[in-house]
């Protein structure tokens, strides 16, 4: 009998743990999407020059989706809600490049201009 409840509080303190760490997962995903649609909101909302971050929200989002596959990984392949959360973060991500992906071509250029038209031209500044 001893061993039996040992073993339970040890099944009890694996899954604590485990739901911690798809906590802690998740969270990060979900923070990196947020950084993701911060990092160009202004790109996006009026007409001028900005730094083109489209690789850093790529990447960004790029880190969250492997912290959703992780979520995915420590509950298991049958937990619904990591199935949930993942095609959560999935759908922001796919949103956020979504919204983003008229500026794909300015990839290798350290300047966007957005025109009135919501068009986006690609420009680099020469410093010095």
Do not use: K
Not at 3 to 14: H, L, N, Q, W
Not at 46 to 63: H, K, M, S
Not at 76 to 87: F, I, K, P, T, Y
Not at 94 to 101: D, F, P
């Amino acid at each position: 009998m001893h061993g039996t409840d040992r073993d339970g509080a040890r099944r009890t303190s694996v899954a604590a743990e485990r739901g911690c760490g798809a906590a802690a997962l998740f969270g990060l995903a979900l923070f990196l999407v947020l950084v993701a649609f911060a990092g160009t909101t202004e790109m996006e909302s009026f007409p001028g020059l900005r730094d083109n971050r489209v690789q850093f929200v790529v990447y960004t989002c790029a880190i969250a989706v492997l912290a959703a596959a992780g979520v995915f990984g420590v509950l298991g392949r049958r937990s619904r809600a990591a199935l949930v959360l993942a095609v959560c973060v999935a759908a922001l991500v796919a949103w956020r490049l979504w919204t983003i992906a008229p500026a794909f071509p300015c990839w290798s250029h350290d300047t966007v201009s957005r025109d009135d038209d919501g068009s986006y031209r690609c420009l680099d500044r020469w410093s010095g």
